[in-house]
């Protein structure tokens, strides 16, 4: 790379970093440190889910320096995004969407700590389908990121080389930096502002792994009065085996079918009681706010 070559990255990574910052505001989490949200539109910013308690006083720093007191709109932690009103928004200002990503395309991650905006570049180092999050989030693709970037950067955009917003920046396990693309983030955004969550499936039972000799399954530790799997006849000790005749080997299988398109649907789900196997109609129910 000719000393022009590096000069002219630089300067593109700079430009970056500095149309972000325009757009960019942090706030103390409940844990007290700085997490970062962006503005996607409309006076309305987003932000990592983890990182935004419903209910304590949340409040913006903006670019300006200036301290503003900022609005839940809505939240859903399935996909980790937190949508936000402050009382001063940017002014009118957002990011296009990014392009295709693809394997090893250089990015940029914004952020902010206060009155001072934050820039890392990095890789895309892992590129794949659609993923559903431990919560039963359905997330577009699989972004994975190669770079070094700290708490501060959290719920901060990800840009791609001409500036177009990739995702938001979230840590997975073992601080992975992932990415929540652009369409799960659009999607979502749409109906937190329309219902201010987003629906999700609900047994109203609580489940525990059970791996003992053939038997795999998610055991009934705890149960909802008011939840559908009561209603049912379901009891304490139950060890759920399937989902309208598919194995489900744990509770995470369970979650996964839980998803919004799951509220009001019949399934049949196969138990053991005492070694007993059965078979139970449920309709899955609306989990409750919060």
């Known amino acids: 790379m000719t000393s022009f070559d590096l000069a002219a990255f630089s300067n593109a990574v700079a430009d970056i970093a500095g149309q972000a910052a325009s757009v960019t505001a942090s706030f103390l989490t409940h844990h007290g440190r700085t997490a970062t949200a962006f503005h996607w539109g409309e006076g309305l910013y987003v932000a990592a889910e983890e990182a935004v308690e419903p209910d304590e006083e949340l409040q913006f720093t903006l670019p300006s320096g200036e301290t503003v007191k900022t609005e839940l709109i809505g939240r859903d932690p399935s996909t980790g995004i937190a949508l936000l009103k402050p009382s001063t928004a940017a002014a009118g200002t957002s990011f296009k969407k990014a392009g295709p990503v693809r394997l090893g395309d250089v990015v940029v991650a914004a952020g902010r700590d206060g009155a001072s905006p934050l820039a890392v570049f990095g890789t895309v180092a892992e590129v794949g389908p659609m993923w559903r999050s431990r919560r039963g989030g359905t997330i577009d693709h699989r972004i994975n990121l190669a770079v070094m970037a700290g708490g501060r950067f959290e719920g901060g955009p990800v840009l791609d080389a001409s500036g177009g917003l990739v995702g938001m920046l979230l840590f997975g396990p073992r601080r992975r930096a992932l990415v929540i693309p652009y369409e799960t983030i659009e999607r979502t955004v749409a109906t937190l502002r329309e219902k201010g969550h987003v629906l ?27 939840g559908p799997a009561k209603a049912v006849g379901i009891a304490l000790g139950d060890i759920v085996t399937a989902w309208n005749g598919e194995p489900v080997r744990g509770p995470r299988e369970l979650i996964l079918r839980l998803g919004p398109d799951s509220a009001g649907t019949a399934v049949t789900l196969k138990i053991l009681r005492g070694g007993e196997a059965r078979d139970v109609a449920i309709t899955i129910g609306e989990k409750p706010l919060n």
Not at 207 to 226: E, F, S, T, Y
Request: charge should be negative; aromatic fraction near 4%.
């Open 200 to 226: 999700r499936g609900y047994l109203g039972a609580s489940l525990h792994p059970i791996h003992h000799g053939q038997v795999q399954g998610a055991m009934v530790m705890g149960l909802d009065d008011d």
